[in-house]
């Protein structure tokens, strides 16, 4: 093997640094005088001094140039979790993680931080302040979630104190902030479609809503406090605001703050869930025809209508994690954040 030069501890890159997430990840790591290359199939942005690297995550070839002389991986990348399309949720998460671990082994990268997801134990029924021992969703609800199970497997058994290559998995619940694609966006659109005026189930269901940069700050942490001697090799750490929220108070919060109004009429969570259940069937079986993504998934329906929220004791511990931002003020500077949304506007 060709000798390599000890890459520096501050030399990093993130894959899926185009992403909401990843980007967020950049620009801090950068304010804290990190060398940062990013790696996505898209580029979304330019950044001074930090060099952009095109490609797909499966291309060995293409992510060992990225990783040339870095010594920590953040692993960020992922489909859109509404995406339906099975092979493609298993060629990149599952087989795309098993090249980003290959690729780290052959540029010599020492730390791997993967962004799993809290959602890798739901199965649709409630978790009160669930905690990392929780065994995996048997019946995982969707392909994303059978996925993310198998990619965080993957990085958490590649972790080798002999190999010198440690690794280590956030799993962050109901990621929320500024520009980011999914949460407020698909919410918005669905209530000018006049489709938001009904909670589902009685509406007092906790969950778990998680500002983006306490998210950052979580793999920040762990990305330093990684060593041979700590606890947090190999392990899965939840990372939340810690501050379980009604889903449907977050909704209306977020709802009433862009001037629209919050939903007000109960449906019982069981009829929501078959009916979304069998428009998912429908669309599975028109499939070859038409490609249809019902807004009221079952996956979403289940989200919106138990528990689920996550004890993060154990970041706690073994990484002194703290939420920077508070919920109230995560939800201001959300909202400020997306003027465009606003009704009317
Ligand atoms: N958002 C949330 O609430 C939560 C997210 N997570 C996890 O956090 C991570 C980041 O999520 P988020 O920022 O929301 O997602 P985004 O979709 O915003 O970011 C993911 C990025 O990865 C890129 N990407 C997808 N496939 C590939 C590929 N084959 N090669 C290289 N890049 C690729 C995407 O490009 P493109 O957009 O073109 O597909 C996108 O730029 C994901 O791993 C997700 O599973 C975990 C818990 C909650
Ligand atoms: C139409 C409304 C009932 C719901 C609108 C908001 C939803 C789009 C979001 C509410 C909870 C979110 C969530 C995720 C995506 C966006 C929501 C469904 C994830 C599935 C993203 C990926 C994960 O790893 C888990 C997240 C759980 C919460």
Not at 30 to 58: K, M, S
Not at 136 to 165: H, R
Not at 200 to 224: K, M, R
């Amino acid at each position: 093997m060709a000798t390599r030069t000890r890459p520096s501890s501050k030399r990093c890159a993130v894959l899926g640094g185009s992403g909401f997430l990843g980007r967020h990840l950049v620009e801090r790591l950068v304010d804290r005088g990190y060398t940062v290359n990013v790696f996505d199939i898209r580029q979304a942005y330019e950044l001074p001094g930090v060099p952009f690297h095109q490609g797909d995550l499966c291309d060995r070839q293409a992510l060992l140039v990225a990783l040339k002389e870095v010594s920590i991986v953040f692993h960020c990348a992922s489909p859109a979790p509404a995406n339906d399309d099975r092979a493609l949720f298993q060629r990149v998460n599952i087989d795309g993680t098993r090249t980003v671990i290959q690729a780290c082994h052959e540029a010599g990268v020492q730390k791997l931080i993967l962004t799993s997801s809290a959602s890798v134990v739901f199965e649709g029924t409630d978790i009160k302040n669930g905690r990392e021992d929780l065994p995996y969703a048997k019946k995982p609800i969707d392909y994303y979630t059978e996925t993310k199970i198998q990619q965080e497997k993957l990085v958490l058994e590649a972790c080798s104190k002999e190999k010198g290559f440690l690794t280590v998995a956030i799993r962050p619940h109901g990621i929320f902030g500024p520009r980011d694609p999914q949460l407020v966006p698909i919410l918005i659109d669905t209530a000018r479609r006049g489709k938001m005026k009904f909670i589902i189930g009685d509406g007092s269901n906790l969950v778990d809503f998680t500002y983006v940069e306490n998210v950052v700050h979580g793999h920040i942490l762990a990305a330093e406090q990684l060593k041979a001697d700590s606890p947090l090799c190999g392990q899965a750490y939840h990372i939340t605001n810690d501050e379980p929220v009604r889903f449907w108070d977050f909704m209306s919060q977020i709802l009433e703050g862009l001037g629209y109004s919050a939903p007000r009429y109960h449906l019982p969570y069981t009829l929501v869930y078959g009916i979304a259940l069998l428009l998912w069937l429908i669309a599975l079986v028109l499939r070859p025809l038409i490609r249809i993504n019902p807004t009221f998934s079952p996956m979403r329906v289940a989200l919106a209508g138990t528990h689920h929220y996550y004890s993060c004791a154990r970041a706690k511990k073994d990484m002194g994690y703290q939420p920077l931002v508070p919920l109230r003020e995560a939800i201001v500077r959300t909202v400020e954040s997306y003027p465009h949304l606003r009704k009317g506007a």
